[in-house]
């Protein structure tokens, strides 16, 4: 299992990255710029992209959406992170297909959980 964490903090990237590993045993790529982040997923594939909103240059909001964009993306699992519980943000999130949420800090379980969860369903779905 391969998934992309997003987060122009490079703290924050490296505690959602040992989640990862931890919760899943996945192998983690850890970007802080969104643009190049975008321009990895054109070329490799990941099984979940768990990403933050506030970013330099481009939001959570604005990724999603080019990267549902991109062959492969358009039913993995985004797991948007924020300080933010705000609804607008949330909604305008699962507009772009953003498939689910956790408010910073992430706790294991709740990451296990949430995203746990999602893998499953993408899992179930990619089966038939």
């Known amino acids: 299992m391969k998934f992309l964490i997003l987060d122009d903090v490079t703290t924050n990237c490296a505690i959602l990255g040992r989640l990862a590993r931890q919760a899943f045993e996945a192998e983690t790529v850890r970007m802080t710029n969104p643009i190049d982040a975008l321009a990895l997923c054109c070329c490799e594939r ?15 909001v604005e990724f999603s959406r080019f990267v549902r964009s991109l062959d492969g993306y358009r039913d993995i699992p985004i797991i948007m992170v924020t300080t933010a519980d705000e609804q607008k943000i949330q909604s305008d999130a699962r507009e772009v297909g953003v498939t689910d949420f956790m408010t910073k800090p992430v706790c294991m379980v709740q990451f296990r959980e949430r995203l746990g969860a999602r893998l499953a369903v993408e899992g179930a779905r990619s089966m038939h």
């Open 46 to 60: 990941f099984d979940a992209l768990i990403i933050d909103y506030f970013m330099p240059d481009m939001n959570g």
